[in-house]
């Protein structure tokens, strides 16, 4: 399900002396089945442009364009349950969500909201349990019994319940230790090829955007202000510091290398790709015959 | 939903007003309120008035706050005004009886009178609330409530309970509409249906605000602690309050306004 923004502007308390501006001339496709990266500092609208994808916000100009549906700054407040069942939103720290006794009826709240019996959606709550990699002997446990980081797969389980096309991420793994990162998006990453879903991520690590994400788009102050895929984006970091955003790790390490004379066609994104350069770089010093293969770009 | 809290919010800015030392905006206020019942004649009404009009100009917030304050107890100040209207057994010509019921000229200027009363107190407390930071209002209180001390009432516990919450109403009206955000995200409809779908929709918000308050709560104390908080006396302030010459001429200008009053009234 694709999403579309045309010519979309939001300002916060209209009318008001608290009046902000929060989004001016938003033009933007979100592709069916992309992986999309909202990158951005602190207060550029990106949170803002994320409640327009399921008319948590309706723009105050310009329209949004959610698979068939077509939100205007009229659109009535009723008849969006639809909408919402099909842009599932996990919201930062998304554990302050859980509300119900047991797990199984927390999981099962959201589906049951849009008309799933209670039998159905506790039997999907199990399964979305498992899918997020937690033990079914959780289901009849307190969710405040849990820990952080169950706790907020739990509610990404109850968001799971729903079956949405579109999952959108904010800043899914904030507070969670190293591994816990690691794990909780490559669970993204499996969801989105067995779900067939479309993500988007908003994200402050550009490691993230430059291992999951296949399309990057950058906001800054309200406006959107590049689009294109990571490679793209990643390539000009001088650009990316005067919009204070950073290099993915490996990226940075590539272009540290490259002011001390070796040479890249293109800065590599990941450390396979980097790996792969390096060595075809080496390889011809030291074991010619063995390495000439392994030049081929992996992606 | 949150653009209509504005009644009773801040507006910084930095007029005569809001540079009253806060302790004199909240007892010439109460004191304001008192005074009003001396007024019963429309000259006097009209004195208050142009008393008031005089304070918010001096104040530089626009009109239209002083208008959205009075906005949300309409209803309240007209159902009063109906009653005294309706009901007020006074003198003067009888336009209307009917059992109980009696409209007479008295009555009828009662009503305006109460309406103008109620009117009045709100723009002025509009007016403190408008141009009092949340924080500097509770030293305030605390400064007023000293007194109480003498009867081993808390006045430094009462008093930072107060600041604690009016600091948090801001974090908690945050708090409340991302989780509302995230449950309409499920699927809730917030304001919608009859009043016990209402009423259960409020459930998942409720308990969420609970369990990060108590939580946050938990975390304050922690971090008081671990810096050393002590409450009571001898405890120095970061905002130090300052009786200035203003709020001299302020109290004086109430002074002279309770006089022209009991000298007006009919």
New interface residues.
């Given amino acids: 399900m694709a999403i579309t923004f045309k010519q979309v502007d939001f300002t916060y308390?209209p009318g008001?002396?608290f009046a902000t501006n929060a989004l001016t001339d938003i033009n933007v496709t979100i592709p069916t089945g992309s992986y999309t990266a909202l990158i951005g500092h602190t207060g550029s609208g990106k949170s803002t442009l994320l409640?327009h994808l399921?008319a948590?916000l309706k723009p105050t100009s310009g329209t949004v364009t959610i698979g068939e549906r077509v939100i205007t700054p009229t659109t009535s407040n009723?008849d969006l349950?639809s909408l919402?069942?099909q842009v599932?939103?996990v919201?930062q720290f998304?554990e302050?969500?859980?509300?119900e006794e047991t797990v199984v009826k927390d999981i099962a709240?959201?589906p049951q909201?849009?008309g799933v019996s209670e039998e159905d959606a506790h039997q999907t709550a199990a399964k979305m349990l498992a899918l997020v990699g937690l033990d079914q002997s959780l289901l009849e446990r307190s969710p405040?019994d849990l820990s952080g980081g169950q706790m907020r797969r739990v509610a990404i389980a109850?968001?799971l319940a729903?079956q949405p096309k579109v999952l959108v991420l904010d800043e899914p793994t904030a507070g969670l230790d190293p591994q816990g990162r690691l794990e909780m998006m490559q669970m993204f990453a499996r969801l989105r090829h067995e779900q067939e879903l479309t993500v988007v991520l908003v994200t402050h690590q550009m490691d993230d955007v430059a291992d999951y994400a296949d399309n990057v788009i950058v906001m800054d102050q309200g406006r959107v202000v590049k689009t294109g895929t990571p490679r793209e984006i990643f390539a000009d970091p001088q650009w990316l510091t005067e919009h204070q955003l950073g290099l993915p790790k490996t990226t940075a390490f590539a272009q540290t290398l490259r002011e001390q004379g070796w040479q890249f066609d293109q800065l590599p994104l990941t450390e396979d790709e980097l790996a792969q350069m390096l060595k075809s770089q080496l390889a011809p010093s030291l074991a010619p015959s063995h390495f000439g293969e392994g030049t081929a770009h992996d992606e | 939903m949150?653009?209509k809290l504005?009644f009773g919010r801040y507006?910084p800015g930095n007029s005569v007003v809001h540079r009253m030392d806060p302790r004199a905006k909240l007892l010439l206020s109460f004191y304001f309120i008192g005074i009003i019942f001396i007024a019963n004649s429309w000259l006097t009404y009209l004195v208050l008035f142009a008393f008031t009009l005089a304070a918010i100009y001096l104040s530089g917030v626009?009109w239209s706050f002083f208008i959205n304050g009075v906005k949300p107890l309409i209803w309240l100040i007209l159902f009063t005004v109906v009653l005294q209207v309706l009901f007020s057994a006074g003198g003067g010509h009888v336009y209307f009886q009917w059992g109980i019921i009696t409209i007479s000229q008295s009555g009828l200027i009662n009503g305006v009178y109460i309406f103008c009363r109620f009117v009045l107190i709100i723009f002025m407390s509009t007016l403190l609330t408008l141009t009092t930071p949340p924080l500097e209002l509770s030293d305030a209180i605390e400064y007023i409530l000293m007194p109480l001390k003498v009867v081993h009432f808390p006045v430094y516990e009462v008093a930072l309970m107060l600041s604690i919450a009016l600091r948090f109403v801001p974090t908690l009206m945050d708090?409340t509409e991302?989780?509302m955000?995230?449950?309409?995200?499920?699927?809730?409809?917030f304001g919608?249906g009859n009043i016990f779908q209402q009423m259960r929709a409020v459930?998942?918000l409720l308990?969420?605000l609970f369990?990060?308050s108590f939580n946050r709560a938990e975390d304050l104390a922690t971090a008081m602690e671990a810096r050393g908080y002590q409450g009571g006396e001898g405890r120095s302030k970061f905002r130090i309050l300052k009786w200035q010459m203003r709020d001299t001429w302020a109290t004086i200008s109430f002074a002279v306004l309770t006089v022209a009053l009991i000298l007006l009234r009919a």
């Fill in positions: 308390q008001t002396p409640q399921n948590l009723k349950k919402r069942q599932g939103i919201f998304p302050s969500q859980l509300f709240f959201g909201n849009f405040f109850g968001v729903m | 949150m653009n504005i507006v626009k708090e991302k989780i955000n995230a449950q309409r995200a499920r699927g809730v409809d919608e459930v998942p308990i969420p369990v990060s």
